[in-house]
């Protein structure tokens, strides 16, 4: 069990970039999902994926997100045009779905996202 | 929007005493989690309780809930400074929602 991996751990970018970013769950785990955490806040549920298929995503995620998981692995958010609200910490969290819905959620140590 | 919200905001305790936070909730829930995260970190799962159970621990952790009061506790007995962290209560298992945390500073 190497734990949830996300990539990178800090990224700096201009107004109007696009950025991605990656996450790598517990390779065992066919949930995977993405949270969004602003400071002195607690994390906001943005997507998650059942395997390679996207079953739920807040109103939080405007248009201008996209997140896939093509092969029911790794998988990858996408802000386009970035804004200085989307200035947060991206976390990605893995875990065994379909057990009762009671297995505890395993979080990586997040994406620093800063909008200049 | 956020289901659960901690109180207090924050907390500071000597090293060896007992650090207590609430968690009030607003819709009824199956379960409800607590989790904790170290500062510049990710969050790490503590305990797990169902909406069927009144209490239940974990090493130095207590956790009660009172489901006709729409609230949960967590108790950490005999704190030591690996203890400093925030905690949050979070609802639903599948898409967590979880509140602003409290913030835990335990001095040596």
């Known amino acids: 069990d190497t734990g949830v991996s996300q990539d990178p751990r800090h990224k700096i970018t201009k107004r109007g970039q696009n950025v991605t970013f990656r996450c790598d769950p517990i390779s065992e785990h066919n949930r995977l999902y993405w949270y969004r955490q602003t400071l002195g806040q607690g994390p906001e549920f943005l997507t998650y994926f059942q395997n390679e298929a996207q079953l739920e995503k807040s109103r939080l995620l405007s248009d201008r997100f996209s997140a896939e998981r093509p092969k029911g692995s790794f998988s990858t958010l996408e802000i386009q045009r970035t804004e200085q609200g989307d200035s947060a910490m991206y976390l990605c969290a893995s875990s065994l779905g379909g057990q009762g819905d009671l297995q505890p959620q395993h979080f990586g140590d997040g994406t620093r996202l800063s909008i200049l | 929007s956020q289901q659960g919200e901690e109180d207090p905001q924050a907390l500071s305790i000597q090293e060896g005493e007992n650090a207590t936070m609430n968690c009030s909730y607003k819709t009824s829930i199956n379960n409800l989690q607590w989790y904790r995260q170290n500062s510049g970190r990710g969050l790490v799962h503590l305990i797990l309780i169902r909406s069927n159970e009144r209490e239940k621990h974990s090493g130095r952790l207590r956790v009660t809930l009172d489901t006709s009061k729409k609230s949960s506790s967590l108790l950490i007995t005999a704190s030591r400074a690996a203890d400093t962290a925030s905690y949050f209560c979070?609802?639903?298992?599948?898409?967590?929602?979880f509140g602003a945390g409290t913030t835990v500073t335990v001095r040596a």
């Open positions: 979070a609802t639903d298992a599948i898409k967590l929602s």
